[in-house]
């Protein structure tokens, strides 16, 4: 940062973490996401807020929003028991990508119909917003240790880990169809193919690979284990990436592999994955809270009420209850939690940087959208999942206490 000593910018920044953190637990006390707290502390640190941080740099805010991703990803699926959410794989993949695209489609003709928009530039905006966030939904079920059936919570963060890559191709093949319009749409079928299988071997070759290295290696410096645990977060998304794979399924891929095995300082990385990715989360909400102007929020107040009612109770239900319709041991009820579960949180806003750096018209006013959908999401939903777990009776049995 021109015009500031180094010893400036570290403070600042090590006083922008503290109170994020601090920030983060006090919307929690409130019954509200973390990631409230830091996306408001974001704004009010921002070039409107008390602050006064001038920030505009929205390939950096996508940068940071991707690597911070990575590491979300790989933490969480580090933390996933296999054998616990595997009897969730199936529902979860019908959910991570027909229910992307079912998501997707309502709210592009929902944004036509409403908001006037063209249907390419409902496309995008349904893409962006179709998936939900595997930070959000970890964070809510996790951190709060919500007491929910282990099919039911395997099957919502199984779906959230998974499905990034169909929102990020549905979104890449809108910009593509918005900056090329001669190209055929069915020509994007082989390149989705393609990103979906390479990414899950690299994501599985990682994962296979990563728990070997550290058992042969026998490193005699424990922190050297926390370093190539980095690494194979990284490799899994860098290779998968060179390879013309999806980055984002290798990384989740890959910490649901190695979490399935046995290796040396397992707890040890585990826990240290655990806090990069909160890390990873305050530095992401914050970044993308300081590339928002409020001021633009307010000319968003209608569209994004319209497009956050029809996500809520119109789109996610729809897709919710269309992909799980053959899974006959999904009642009703679970049904119901699963929609009201799809929480939005940092990947929409992330995706929605892409048409900016893109040039693509009216993307501004795409991302003021995505962003207001994001913060009515987490207010609305995130703090509600316990009260309707509760409600419909889809709570975790206690475990008798022993007798005597």
Request: aromatic content about 10%.
């Amino acid at each position: 940062m021109p015009g500031y000593s180094s010893e400036l910018v570290f403070f600042s920044l090590g006083l922008l973490l503290v109170l994020t953190v601090l920030a983060g637990s006090l919307s929690s006390r409130f019954g509200l996401p973390a990631l409230i707290g830091f996306m408001l502390l974001g704004m009010l640190a921002g070039s409107e807020g008390l602050g006064g941080i001038s920030f505009e740099n929205v390939g950096l805010a996508q940068g940071i929003g991707v690597l911070s991703l990575v590491f979300i990803l790989f933490s969480g699926g580090l933390d996933t028991i296999w054998r616990q959410v595997r009897r969730s794989a199936a529902p979860a993949l019908m959910l991570a990508t027909a229910g992307v695209m079912i998501s997707a489609a309502v709210v592009a003709v929902a944004a036509m119909w409403l908001l006037g928009f063209t249907p390419l530039q409902g496309f995008l905006l349904g893409s962006v917003i179709a998936s939900t966030d595997a930070a959000a939904v970890f964070a809510a079920l996790r951190s709060r240790g919500m007491p929910l059936r282990e099919e039911l919570k395997g099957l919502i963060e199984l779906e959230s880990g998974s499905n990034d890559p169909m929102a990020i191709f549905l979104v890449g093949a809108a910009l593509l169809l918005i900056t090329a319009p001669q190209t055929s749409p069915l020509a994007l079928i082989p390149a989705f193919g393609l990103q979906m299988v390479v990414g899950a071997l690299v994501g599985y070759a990682i994962g296979a690979g990563f728990p070997a290295l550290l058992r042969r290696a026998r490193l005699r410096v424990g922190g050297l284990a926390l370093v190539v645990s980095i690494a194979a977060a990284l490799l899994a998304y860098g290779l998968a990436g060179l390879l013309q794979g999806n980055g984002f399924l290798a990384a989740y891929m890959a910490g649901i592999v190695a979490g399935a095995r046995e290796f040396p300082s397992r707890r040890t990385i585990s826990m240290f994955q655990d806090g990069l990715a909160w890390l990873a989360q305050v530095m992401m909400f914050m970044t993308l809270g300081l590339l928002v102007f409020p001021s633009q929020l307010v000319e968003v107040l209608g569209p994004g009420l319209a497009v956050t009612a029809v996500l809520m109770f119109v789109a996610r239900p729809l897709s919710v209850f269309l992909c799980l319709a053959p899974f006959r041991n999904y009642g009703w009820r679970a049904k119901l939690f699963v929609s009201w579960a799809g929480l939005r949180g940092a990947v929409p806003i992330v995706l929605a940087t892409f048409p900016i750096v893109a040039g693509v018209p009216g993307a501004q006013s795409i991302f003021n959208i995505v962003f207001f959908v994001v913060l009515l999401s987490s207010v609305i939903q995130g703090p509600t999942l316990g009260w309707l777990a509760r409600r419909l009776g889809l709570n975790a049995p206690r475990p008798k206490a022993p007798a005597g």
